[in-house]
T-cell receptor, first 116, second 118 residues
Framework: AQTVTQSQPEMSVQEAETVTLSCTYDTSESDYYLFWYKQPPSRQMILVIRQEAYKQQNATENRFSVNFQKAAKSFSLKISDSQLGDAAMYFCAYRSDKAAGNKLTFGGGTRVLVKP | DTGVSQNPRHKITKRGQNVTFRCDPISEHNRLYWYRQTLGQGPEFLTYFQNEAQLEKSRLLSDRFSAERPKGSFSTLEIQRTEQGDSAMYLC????????????????FGPGTRLTVL
């Protein structure tokens, strides 16, 4: 079974600065997807960024970028130019490309606090 | 708004009572997922439907839990004889049909139903 680990329960960042969230995962599969989801307080979870394991190039979405290290099974998220609206729980998630249903396996989450 | 909706948003019940939650997915999404999220944790997969067929159930889904999607549209999750350990946020998500490696079909989440069992 796949597992996803987020070792940082909470990270604090100054507005306009950069913060990096860590995520490691364990799998024996070669084809899979990795995701970062954002869950603001009392609001629904939204997808921040997605990485296909077969792609070597790291995904970027505006101020959000990932560092995908397939051999090390590491998938970190960098938030640049942090804004107050970035404050939320961030979850790293894994999805097999072979298993039926494509369910998501989530890490425990990292709370991001943004200081004005 | 054409996003995933869930009702009720909050439910408080006494131990031993039955509760039912509803999820309305995005129209044309044929896959529907249920997850459970306890406080301070990431969501955990419970079950999923493709159209009206329930194709996978987690071992977290005890006999007291039952989910249906009778016409392949909305889904219900019922918990019988609730226990305090059932207190959690129940999340629903939906996605389009999977289209292979290039598809990467995204799961869209609803706001969740927060259950408190007293």
């Amino acid at each position: 079974a796949q597992t996803v680990t987020q070792s940082q329960p909470e990270m604090s960042v100054q507005e306009a600065e950069t913060v990096t969230l860590s995520c490691t995962y364990d799998t024996s599969e070669s084809d899979y997807y990795l995701f970062w989801y954002k869950q603001p307080p009392s609001r629904q979870m939204i997808l921040v960024i997605r990485q296909e394991a077969y792609k070597q190039q790291n995904a970027t979405e505006n101020r959000f970028s990932v560092n995908f290290q397939k051999a090390a099974k590491s998938f970190s998220l960098k938030i640049s130019d942090s804004q107050l609206g970035d404050a939320a729980m961030y979850f790293c998630a894994y999805r097999s490309d072979k298993a039926a249903g494509n369910k998501l396996t989530f890490g425990g989450g990292t709370r991001v606090l943004v200081k004005p | 708004d054409t996003g995933v909706s869930q009702n009720p948003r909050h439910k408080i019940t006494k131990r031993g009572q039955n509760v039912t939650f509803r999820c309305d997915p995005i129209s044309e999404h044929n896959r529907l997922y249920w997850y459970r999220q306890t406080l301070g944790q990431g969501p955990e997969f419970l079950t999923y439907f493709q159209n009206e067929a329930q194709l996978e159930k987690s071992r977290l889904l005890s006999d007291r839990f039952s989910a249906e999607r009778p016409k392949g549209s909305f889904s219900t999750l019922e918990i019988q004889r609730t226990e305090q350990g059932d207190s959690a946020m129940y999340l629903c998500a939906s996605s389009r049909p999977f289209r292979g490696l290039a598809g990467g079909n995204e799961q869209f989440f609803g706001p969740g139903t927060r259950l408190t069992v007293l």
